[in-house]
């Protein structure tokens, strides 16, 4: 009925202005409630071969605060290490500095492409494939909130095991897969067709992948990963993967957000002893009922400010953490 009632001449306009209001109104009491973060003490870093990135700008200091302070505090391990999108100022520099245990900082204008694509986090995936030859490399997105101990991504990390967050609970009935099979399974009609998505335009077409029979996949998310200190995949597996995704879904089609996603999933399924994180603890929100265990959410931008959800998870993981 309220599908219908939208469809109405000037309701669905309405409805959606009123969306974007509502949305922006959690945007802003979410900021709020993050600024509590800074009463929090700074982490202490570990020089213990854990390596904790993420890739932020200035609109993100805040929520990203939250994420990597509850992360590293129920991890109990690594160091901060952050890829500034170019828009960091001093101001950030400094609070980053005092909260995170003066992190490394590098700039992504100053990262090579090698051959792939500019933008579309491709450039964290690069950094990321770079580092990983001495230190175990966890990326972090800043829209990720820790609620509880992780014991397998340190059993991950102390057996020097790649893992792969995965994208849902579909993907985990699947686990990793060969090529053919994977796309058997996930797209039975066939090829996507735009305007679909890019990761599913790729996925539908990965049968057509150079040996695809001797290559695996599994739908994972790419806003956490784990990559084991010294794995085979590095930048030049990366360029190998981007030439043959171009040859797949054309060029300019490989050139849009979501690229970079499919190719960490796809070196990351390829990685001999490779984990997959339980879905019931370790989850995206897709404006459904939380799990009973939930350890750690990741607040895709699709439902992120479309309930009280975030704001609530932000103040719990707050909450938990130690006070001065």
Request: contains cysteine; charged residues 20%; neutral net charge.
């Amino acid at each position: 009925m309220m599908d219908a009632i939208r469809k109405l001449p000037g309701i669905g306009l309405a409805c959606h202005l009123v969306d974007r209001q509502s949305r922006a109104h959690r945007m802003t009491r979410h900021f709020r409630h993050a600024r509590a973060i800074q009463a929090t003490p700074p982490i202490v870093p570990k020089q213990d071969g854990v390596m904790i990135l993420s890739m932020i700008g200035t609109a993100t200091v805040l929520p990203y605060l939250v994420a990597v302070k509850s992360f590293h505090h129920h991890l109990g391990m690594g160091r901060v290490v952050i890829l500034d999108d170019g828009t960091l100022t001093d101001g950030d520099k400094r609070l980053l500095a005092h909260h995170v245990g003066s992190p490394t900082i590098l700039r992504l204008a100053d990262v090579d492409g090698a051959g792939c694509p500019r933008g579309g986090a491709w450039e964290r995936l690069l950094t990321v494939l770079a580092l990983r030859a001495e230190d175990y490399v966890i990326q972090l997105d800043s829209d990720t909130v820790t609620l509880g101990d992780i014991p397998e991504v340190r059993a991950a990390i102390v057996a020097n095991d790649s893992f792969i967050f995965l994208g849902g609970p579909d993907a985990e009935d699947m686990g990793i897969r060969t090529l053919p099979d994977f796309v058997a399974h996930r797209y039975p009609q066939g090829p996507a067709a735009e305007p679909a998505h890019i990761q599913s335009l790729i996925e539908s077409r990965l049968a057509d992948h150079l040996d695809a029979d001797r290559h695996h996949y599994v739908r994972g998310c790419a806003g956490f990963a784990g990559f084991a200190r010294g794995g085979p995949s590095g930048q030049a597996e990366a360029v190998r993967f981007s030439q043959e995704g171009a040859r797949l879904v054309g060029d300019t089609a490989w050139t849009r957000w979501g690229s970079e996603q499919v190719t960490s999933n796809f070196l990351l399924a390829n990685e001999p002893g490779v984990r997959l994180l339980p879905y019931a603890r370790y989850h995206n929100y897709w404006l459904e009922p939380q799990p009973v265990d939930e350890r750690f959410i990741h607040f895709v931008g699709t439902h992120r400010y479309s309930d009280d959800r975030y704001i609530a998870a932000t103040d719990r993981a707050i909450a938990l953490l130690p006070r001065p």
